[in-house]
């Protein structure tokens, strides 16, 4: 019902940045009554929460291994979220993963709960060298 397509993904080195994007399409609802969700997975590694913006884009919340460093922001007239990835570092380096949930209006938050989310993207790769 809900299609997710991530890019921006490249190889860069250590302190640099990139930009990651969602593009969602093929849903019923509107993209604005969507809260999404960054997760990665790096090698050999559990898939991991990185980052959330609820609906309306009023709450967000991050891991606290990218807290200060990564942004997350949407543009509902493009259907679209962001990532933005500053001082990257080689821990950084995974699959990156685009996330959707719909949302009650009554349940505008941001989740970094994996289960919650139910239409996932294919991922994009982000590889930093030291």
């Known amino acids: 019902q809900v299609q997710l397509v991530e890019s921006g993904g490249g190889s860069v080195q250590a302190g640099d940045s990139l930009t990651l994007s969602c593009t969602a399409s093929g849903r019923a609802a509107p993209f604005s009554r969507y809260g999404m969700g960054w997760f990665r997975q790096a090698p050999r590694k559990e898939r991991d929460f990185v980052a959330a913006i609820s609906y309306s884009g009023g709450s967000t919340t991050y891991d606290d291994s990218v807290k200060g460093r990564f942004t997350i922001s949407r543009d509902d007239g493009k259907n679209m979220v962001y990532l933005q990835m500053n001082s990257l570092k080689p821990e950084d380096t995974a699959v990156y993963y685009c996330?959707?949930?719909?949302?009650?209006?009554?349940?505008?938050?941001?989740?970094?709960?994996?289960?919650?989310?139910?239409?996932w993207g294919q991922g994009t790769q982000v590889t930093v060298s030291s």
């Open positions: 996330a959707a949930v719909f949302r009650e209006y009554t349940h505008d938050f941001a989740s970094g709960l994996d289960f919650q989310y139910e239409y």
